[in-house]
């Protein structure tokens, strides 16, 4: 296993492997910068298949935080932590209990919140051990409805961009991944009159999504040749690969899941194909603006601005333009500018 060596690596402050026996627990914890503030940033639980899928993972989560963090103006660094686990089969109250006591090991530098396979009883569980966790009940509560809120209008802002358009009514929508924030996305869809084209791995999921809002289900390896307007990824990262770009038949992607890109080129690879890229980390933001309202939670403020990440991405898009450049590159540079200039 690499870690030092691993390409997204990217200069980590620090990243802790911790394993309680009694519990179960198997977890990484990567804080990547806190130049702007403590690092924050959710926890994922998932039944990866070796470890170093999971160091993969939260390294390249972790700096997606730093990056979504600067560029959404919050006064947070960037972190992640991963739980190596079936959420299926495990004690909730234990581990959870085990994986606060390891967060409180890092006295502060790190706080953690909700992610995939993780839910907000289990941050109540962690919370009974340490102090350092976000997005709790009764306050800013479950980030999801936020997250969409957000990608919903990323999308309105690439449909602006690309097609002058201030409606989806009548646009054909394929969503990937419909479980808490993809069902939400897909009401903000529906509502305005979107046509959708979906796919889960949950069946459950997808007869929700099915009988609410009338979609078209697909099978998981069909959904990326779906004749679309926009592709929407909502589950998991990397479905943007050297497999899946020919297929492609959308003109924009713009969807709430992280790391979509699987390599970097791959954003250039977009560009040259005609296709407008939503840079996931700055259209999946609204959760954790969100939760940076925690202290004095306040639902308008909360959603005013996570109303701002429509302008943020056509600044992106308009500089992709004007320099002839892809819009994953503008946004690095532009998150990096952030947090640099933190640092003097």
């Not at 099915?210 to 078209?216: T, W």
């Not at 924009?252 to 954003?267: D, F, P």
């Not at 308008?300 to 320099?323: G, H, M, R």
Request: glycine share 8%; proline share 2%; charged share 25%.
């Amino acid at each position: 296993m690499t870690v030092f060596s691993n390409l997204s690596f990217d200069d980590h402050e620090q990243v802790v492997f911790c394993q309680d026996k009694a519990s179960g627990l198997k977890a990484i914890i990567a804080v990547h910068n806190t130049n702007l503030g403590p690092a924050v940033g959710g926890c994922r639980m998932w039944n990866y298949e070796s470890d170093e899928d999971a160091v993969n993972d939260v390294l390249r989560l972790s700096r997606g935080m730093t990056y979504k963090n600067a560029l959404a103006g919050l006064t947070m660094g960037g972190g992640k932590s991963v739980i190596i686990a079936d959420k299926n089969n495990v004690d909730r109250e234990k581990l959870f209990k085990a994986f606060g006591r390891a967060v409180h090991q890092l006295s502060g530098k790190y706080y953690s919140a909700e992610d995939v396979g993780v839910s907000t009883t289990d941050i109540m569980i962690a919370l009974q051990e340490t102090p350092y966790m976000a997005g709790l009940e009764g306050k800013s509560g479950d980030p999801s409805p936020f997250t969409a809120l957000g990608t919903y209008l990323g999308i309105k802002a690439a449909v602006k961009h690309q097609k002058g358009l201030d409606s989806l009514k009548g646009l054909k929508i394929s969503v990937q991944g419909v479980g808490h924030v993809g069902y939400c996305l897909c009401r903000h869809l529906h509502d305005e009159g979107a046509e959708l084209i979906v796919t889960d791995i949950n069946q459950d999921n997808l007869n929700r999504v099915k009988q609410d809002f009338n979609a078209v289900v697909v099978a998981p390896e069909d959904i990326y040749k779906q004749d679309v307007d926009i592709y929407a990824p909502c589950a998991l990262g990397a479905t943007i690969n050297d497999q899946t770009l020919p297929q492609l038949k959308a003109t924009i992607v713009a969807g709430c899941a992280n790391n979509q890109l699987a390599e970097a080129r791959h954003g250039e690879r977009l560009k040259e194909m005609g296709i407008l890229f939503a840079p996931d980390y700055v259209i999946n933001a609204g959760g954790i603006i969100n939760v940076s309202f925690e202290q004095d939670y306040d639902v308008k403020k909360a959603t005013t601005k996570v109303e701002k990440i429509y302008d943020t991405l056509l600044e992106i898009f308009v500089k992709s333009d004007e320099q002839n450049r892809t819009t994953n590159v503008i946004a690095d540079e532009m998150a990096r500018e952030i947090i640099e200039a933190a640092a003097k």
